[in-house]
């Protein structure tokens, strides 16, 4: 199994996600310091409205980005959009494509983007990668107190939302988000997954406390993450995780179904939305016809990505729809 493992890794080192690949060439070295806890941290400035900010968690040394929109004020409450980077790819990279500042200055939302940590296994190795099982079993990370120390590090210096805190990733980071809805429910509201899946250990133990929304945009022909799955890298397939969750959000048994066809760029987009869910949630999927393993934008695809999750998700919070 060895060697098919390193073969399709170097497939998925596409995971970075865009128009290119992920940086292999920002590795972080992860340091032992005992003496420095938990949640103390040093940051930098990052461009307009962003910073930089490093700190030990669990005795590793991670990092991510945030940035905080000049509209905001003190007194506001904002809601929070965890973006989170493919396998092997790196939180800068996530960020120079997504582009999610000018819709988080206009709507008033906290962008973090976190660095996921280095992988070193009998399988495969990395310079990045987020626990949540598939080709990733065997680390020994805990992502998930990474994101929830995360969340509480921001709500210590900005006022949040908390029950407007939101994941959404590119593969691996899809991957993630939806192992974020089962193992941090709590915290969780909403998630949305670009050409990622459910790995096969997320998808038998998943958790989750309250009806969740979830919006999928995926490829008919993405290699890296097939529509139909991989169980032999444990990857289910997007039809397995669309009936998952309507079938835990309790919503109608067949989804509303519309075709657009963008003829100028020789591109069909199926929207699906399951409906009359529990708590007025949805669950939606966006099946682009001739999409490899790609970050989708209006130019090349028809719709954008970045676009489309802020719109599903600014509908939910923890408790449902937004009245």
Not at 60 to 72: A, F, N
Not at 138 to 150: A, E, H
Not at 170 to 184: D, E, Q, R, T, V
Request: aromatic share 10%; glycine share 8%.
């Amino acid at each position: 199994m060895k060697p098919f493992y390193f073969i399709f890794l170097a497939l998925l080192v596409s995971c970075g996600g865009g128009s290119g690949s992920g940086d292999s060439n920002n590795e972080m070295q992860g340091q032992t310091n005992p003496s420095q806890p938990d949640k103390s941290e040093n940051c930098i400035s990052y461009g307009i409205n962003s910073q930089k900010c490093s700190l030990i968690h669990n005795n590793l040394e991670r990092y991510y980005i945030i940035y905080r929109p000049t509209s905001s004020t003190p007194e506001d409450n904002l809601p929070v959009l965890f973006a989170l980077h493919g396998y092997g790819s790196t939180a800068e990279t996530h960020k120079s494509y997504t582009q999610y500042e000018p819709l988080a200055e206009n709507n008033r939302f906290i962008v973090v983007y976190p660095q996921g940590y280095k992988l070193e296994t009998q399988l495969t190795n990395s310079s990045s990668h987020w626990n949540s099982g598939a080709w990733t079993i065997g680390s020994n990370i805990d992502d998930v107190s990474f994101i929830s120390t995360l969340i509480e590090i921001v709500a210590s210096k900005i006022n949040i939302d908390r029950s407007r805190v939101y994941s959404s990733g590119m593969s691996n980071g899809g991957f993630m988000s939806y192992h974020l809805a089962c193992n941090l429910s709590s915290k969780i509201a909403a998630v949305a997954s670009v050409t990622g899946s459910m790995s096969k250990e997320t998808y038998e133990d998943c958790n989750p406390t309250h009806s969740t929304s979830i919006l999928q945009v995926h490829g008919t022909i993405d290699a890296t993450v097939p529509f139909e799955g991989n169980s032999a890298l444990g990857m289910r397939s997007i039809n397995d995780v669309m009936d998952y969750w309507k079938l835990y959000d309790a919503c109608g048994i067949a989804p509303i179904s519309i075709v657009t066809d963008y003829f100028d760029i020789e591109i069909s987009v199926q929207h699906d939305t399951y409906l009359n869910c529990l708590n007025d949630v949805q669950v939606e999927l966006y099946k682009i016809e001739g999409m490899g393993h790609r970050w989708p934008n209006k130019q090349r695809y028809g719709i954008s990505a970045t676009e489309k999750i802020w719109e599903f998700i600014n509908l939910y919070d923890i408790n449902g729809k937004i009245n």
